[in-house]
């Protein structure tokens, strides 16, 4: 079910599952309404490491 | 049973005949990132730096920007607040809140209510807000407010001289009575008309007499005619003053200067004749007027000259005096 989620500034990731649909930086924040879930960071290579460790794909 | 078997194979019998649909095919959201939306006056949170105003101790956005609305891959949406572009005042009109007020009439020091108002609270356009389209309820026409007892002139006027173009009221008013005028302002009128009595002055005028006879020329003689109220709403004519004494100089008429001349002041050099001959013309004391010839004297207190300092006169008796 699409909820609204506020995003804070940094790095966010939105995943289904063990796959990432995209990722951005928000400097100014954001939000969303989205059924994905939320990984945010400060750092881009944070992200990254995050999303690794997690065994979470990057999109094409 | 038919319907049953078409949907096995993937088909379904309607109304309009056959429709081919794929239950197992899955549904295609735009990629993450595709620009689904663009909102050009989306409001300006003041969380992210919206700048605002506060009505009512209430804070309200004023600003609107450009957004984009993005895809997040499985059907939602995303708002990236750094993507915030063209900030500008909300426009005039937007409406946010509502007033009401009551009008009033003040009179006399006193306020009295005239009618009611409700607006609509809405964006100035500059940032600011204003009130707009306003619903406007006033007491009705002839509605009575008030009374006051203030003596007054006004109405009820008479010519006076008739034919003189000259208007004068005959008598005072004891108040006024107050009523709405239906628009939320009023319009009075004057009760308790009291007329002059008799002797009441509405003018007077000074009595002249033409000297010399045929001449054309006239002077005031001393007397009046006094226009008084007759009692009656009309006017009556009165004699009041009293002729100018026997001797009492009308005016002269000077054929040359003559006599001695004297120093004015002495030691100026500027010389000036004591005298003048010619006709001088007196009040007889009753109305009428007498005058010879001969040499006068210049009467007290006729100017002479000015020497910078001081301002000369004669005294009436071929000398004189200075201020």
Known sequence: ?60 | MLNGLFSLIGLSWGNGGVTMFNDDAPVAFPPYGTVINTYYTYEYPIAQGGSYFTYEAIEYPNQTVTIDLIADGAGGSIINWSSIRDVNFKAYGIGFSTTSGTYFINLYGVDYTSGSYTADVVHDGSGYFTTANYVNSFTAYGTYITSVTEVHAGGNTLEVPTGSGTYYPTGTWDGYEFYHDGTGGYFSVDVYFTSYSYGHLYLSTSNTSEVPSASGNYYTNGTNTDYIADGNGGYTTSGSGSYYSYGTIIFDSIYYTTGSQIEIPYGSANYFYQEWYGDRYFWDGSGGYYNYTSNFYYPYGTYITNDGTYSYYWDGIGGYYNV
């Open chain 1, 1 to 60: 079910m699409r909820t609204e989620k506020q995003i804070p500034k940094g790095w966010t990731a939105f995943v289904d599952d063990k796959k990432c649909l995209g990722y951005q930086e928000f400097k100014n924040g954001g939000k969303a309404v989205t059924s994905l879930t939320l990984i945010s960071k400060t750092t881009e290579a944070e992200l990254k490491a995050e999303l690794e460790a997690q065994s979470i794909s990057l999109p094409k």
